[in-house]
C-alpha cells in the first residue's frame, strides 16, 4: 500500500480538492481516478475525518500503520470514490417489507413523490412477509421470516439486489424476527417464543453464524411474542427495551452482554394495557412510551428503573383511536403514534404526553391504510404501511391535521405491505 507523502504542497492541493467537493465544485461525472490522483498527496488525518464528518459518513476512513496522522491512499481513494458514486454522501431512507423488498429514497428529494424513490429489489432468499431493519454507522441488516438475516454496506446506497447479502438463517431462530435495532456497537433482533439474538457490529453480521444462540429473558412465555425492541439511550447510559405479548417489557444495559439471557431484566407486564401486546417503543424527552392495543399507550419516566412493572404509567387512551398504535417516533419537539386505519396523532413533547389531553385526536394520514414503519428526519415525519404506500408530514405542517400529510403514493415495485423503514 502506498503511504502518503508529507508535502505541503500536495497537502494544499488535496484540501483544495476537498473543498471544491463538500461545495459540489466537482463535476458530477466527475472520475474517481481523477480524484485518486488527487489524494495520493496526502495531508492530515485530522482533515480528512473533518470532512468525512461533513459528509455525513462516519467510521469510514482507516490509518497507515506506519504512520497514524496519515489515512491509506486507499482509505482516502474509497471514501471519495464513494462520495461521488453515491449523491456525494447524501443519506437516505430505506423501506423494508414484504417479499423480502427494499426500496430507497436519497432523503436530498422529495420523497412523498413516487418517482423519488427507487423501485423495490428482492434481496436473495427473503421471500416472506416480515422484514424489520436496523441501522449501524456502517452497515444495515434486515430480518425477517424464517429467522434469516440480510445485510448491506450501508455507503454502496443499498438500493440494488447485489448491494444486498443473501439471507443467513440465525441457528434455532424463530419462525420470525419482528423487531430489530442497533445500539452501542451491537444488533439486536427480537422475535417468536420472545427470542433474542445479538450480533456485534465489528463482524460480519450477514453470516447467521456470528449471531449469539436466541435466548428468552427471565420469566418468558414461550408462545408469547416480542413485537419490538428499540435501544433508549440516556446521557451516558443506554439499554434495549423489548416489548410485546402479553404486555410484556424485558430490558438489557448496552454495557452488558446482551446475548446472555440473565442479564435481561425479568418479564414484566405494563399496567391497565387491554390489549394483549405491546409493539414499538421510543424516547420522547425525559420518557420511554411503548404503544399497543386498544389505542393506548404507557410510559416510563427514564429516571425510574423501567424494569419495574410499577414505575411504567397507568395506560391512556388516545381520542380517536380503539384499535392499535404500531408505531411510535419522535423528534426534537413533537411524538408521533400511528397504526391501524392509517391514524396518527401527534403529541408536542414540552407537555410530557402523559395525560390523553396531551394528544391530538387521531386523523388519517392522507391516503394511508395500515401503518407498519414510520421515522423522522429532519423535523418531517414519514409513514410507511399497506400497499407499499408512503406518506409525509413535511416541516412545519401540522401532522394533527389530515391535511398535514402528503397524499399517500405507491413506491414502485412494492404492492403488499412495508413493515419498515428508517434512514441512514
Not at 208 to 216: E, H, L, Q, V, Y
Request: hydrophobic content about 35%; charged content about 10%; glycine content about 10%.
Amino acid at each position: 500500500m502506498l503511504n502518503f507523502r508529507k508535502t505541503g504542497i500536495l497537502s494544499v492541493i488535496f484540501l483544495f480538492g476537498i473543498t471544491l467537493f463538500l461545495n459540489n465544485s466537482f463535476p458530477a461525472n466527475a472520475s474517481s481516478q481523477s480524484v485518486l490522483s488527487i489524494v495520493k498527496g496526502g495531508t492530515n488525518a485530522n482533515n480528512i475525518t473533518s470532512a468525512q464528518k461533513n459528509l455525513g459518513l462516519t467510521n469510514s476512513i482507516g490509518y497507515d500503520s506506519t504512520d497514524n496522522q496519515f489515512p491509506s491512499s486507499k482509505a482516502v481513494y474509497d471514501f471519495i470514490d464513494y462520495c461521488l458514486q453515491n449523491n456525494e454522501c447524501a443519506p437516505y431512507f430505506l423501506l423494508a417489507g414484504s417479499d423480502g423488498k427494499v426500496s430507497t429514497c436519497l432523503t436530498s428529494k422529495d420523497c412523498s413523490v413516487s418517482s423519488s424513490w427507487t423501485p423495490a429489489v428482492q434481496i436473495s432468499g427473503q421471500s416472506d412477509n416480515w422484514m424489520e431493519t436496523a441501522v449501524s454507522n456502517s452497515q444495515l441488516i434486515v430480518a425477517g421470516a424464517n429467522g434469516l438475516i440480510s445485510k448491506c454496506e450501508k455507503r454502496s446506497g443499498c438500493s440494488t439486489s447485489n448491494n444486498w447479502t443473501s439471507a443467513s438463517s440465525i441457528s434455532n431462530a424463530p419462525s420470525i424476527w419482528f423487531g430489530a435495532t442497533w445500539g452501542n456497537g451491537q444488533f439486536i433482533v427480537v422475535g417468536q417464543q420472545n427470542k433474542i439474538s445479538r450480533c456485534i457490529d465489528t463482524v460480519d453480521c450477514s453470516q447467521g453464524s456470528n449471531w449469539s444462540a436466541p435466548i428468552t429473558p427471565p420469566n418468558s412465555v414461550a408462545s408469547g411474542y416480542f413485537y419490538g425492541v428499540k435501544h433508549i439511550s440516556n446521557g451516558n447510559s443506554g439499554a434495549f427495551i423489548a416489548t410485546g405479548s402479553p404486555d410484556i417489557i424485558s430490558s438489557c444495559l448496552d454495557t452488558l452482554d446482551c446475548s446472555l439471557a440473565s442479564n435481561w431484566t425479568p418479564v414484566i407486564q405494563a399496567p391497565g394495557l387491554e390489549s394483549l401486546y405491546l409493539h414499538k417503543s421510543s424516547k420522547a424527552g425525559n420518557s420511554v412510551f411503548s404503544v399497543g392495543g386498544e389505542g393506548k399507550i404507557t410510559r416510563c419516566l427514564l429516571s425510574s428503573d423501567c424494569s419495574v412493572s410499577s414505575n411504567w404509567l397507568n395506560a391512556l387512551a388516545v381520542p380517536g383511536q380503539s384499535s392499535y398504535w404500531i408505531e411510535i417516533v419522535a423528534n426534537n419537539t413533537t411524538a408521533l403514534v400511528s397504526g391501524d386505519g392509517g391514524l396518527v396523532s401527534a403529541c408536542s413533547i414540552a407537555t410530557g404526553c402523559s395525560q390523553n389531553s396531551n394528544w391530538s385526536s387521531a386523523v388519517q394520514a392522507q391516503g394511508m391504510g395500515e401503518i407498519r414503519g414510520s421515522t423522522t428526519f429532519k423535523n418531517q415525519f414519514l409513514v410507511s404501511g399497506a400497499s407499499g404506500l408512503i406518506s409525509i408530514c413535511k416541516e412545519g405542517a401540522d401532522c394533527a391535521k389530515t391535511n398535514g400529510w402528503t397524499q399517500a403514493v405507491q413506491t414502485p415495485g412494492q404492492t403488499n405491505m412495508w413493515f419498515n423503514v428508517v434512514h441512514t
